[in-house]
């Protein structure tokens, strides 16, 4: 029996490279799976693509009203919503603190913490009249260490721990788990791509080489621990945080010559 058989489950940015990989999965588990983008004819492809236990959802995240209209229609469509997936979110063209435009760091923190305050903040409701279920929101580990020339990034993404963590304790309570996954350099056009305005993406900021597992991250790689933390498995796990990155924040690995 697939794993998530009568569970429904909002993804935001759900037409990106880490949120399709998340909507396929789900979707094969046999979960109802809704799409959340400002992307109208990526999401609406995804979903008829899928059939009929998904749908795609036009989302802003950072708009409350339009959160509020998203988790309508998912309780329209569905009956009840039991896992919210936050993974929307969007990258600063790469700037020196000081040659950062105010409007750049407003856009990022919107999207990336506001939004992701406010699907909480709109799903929690929703949550506990289902009975309960999980949130993941996804981070980054560049929410764990400094990052040059990518402050709002990284500032949006250090405030999601403390908004995970802070939510695990307001809605425990009410059978609702809260905990965040921070990915590293994964390979998908949100890294290898540049963010508008720039002409660098942040994929040649890094090199695998160093990494204790010297390749970037597939989609998959995180949807596998995505699927572990909703699943009852992970029925005892709320305010937690997984790094996975091959190694990134270990260091250096140790060269082949040398071992």
């Known amino acids: 029996m697939p794993r998530f058989d009568n569970q429904t489950v909002l993804v935001t940015g759900g037409t990106g490279g880490q949120g399709a990989s998340h909507v396929r999965a789900l979707h094969a588990e046999g979960a109802n799976v809704v799409i959340g983008a400002v992307d109208a004819e990526r999401g609406a492809g995804l979903a008829a693509e899928l059939g009929g236990a998904a749908r795609f959802v036009h989302l802003d995240v950072s708009q409350e009203e339009s959160w509020v209209a998203a988790i309508a229609e998912t309780e329209r469509a569905f009956g009840a919503l039991t896992v919210l997936v936050n993974n929307a979110g969007v990258q600063n063209p790469p700037a020196l603190i000081e040659s950062t435009q105010r409007a750049t760091w407003a856009r990022i923190l919107d999207i990336n913490l506001t939004g992701t305050f406010l699907g909480i ?60 996954i921070h990915p590293g350099v994964v390979a998908t056009p949100f890294i290898t791509e540049p963010a508008a305005g720039s002409d660098t993406p942040i994929a040649d900021f890094y090199s695998p080489e160093p990494f204790a597992i010297p390749r970037l991250g597939q989609p998959a790689d995180i949807t596998a621990l995505l699927l572990f933390l909703i699943s009852p498995h992970a029925a005892f796990i709320t305010g937690a945080e997984y790094v996975i990155d091959g190694g990134l924040l270990l260091g250096p690995a140790l060269p082949k010559e040398a071992a």
């Open 121 to 180: 903040k709109t799903a929690a409701p929703a949550l506990r009249r289902a009975g309960g279920g999980a949130i993941v929101n996804i981070a980054s580990t560049m929410g764990i260490g400094g990052t040059a020339c990518y402050a709002p990034y990284v500032a949006s993404k250090w405030a999601v721990r403390g908004l995970t963590r802070t939510a695990a304790l307001e809605l425990g309570r009410d059978n609702i788990r809260v905990n965040a």
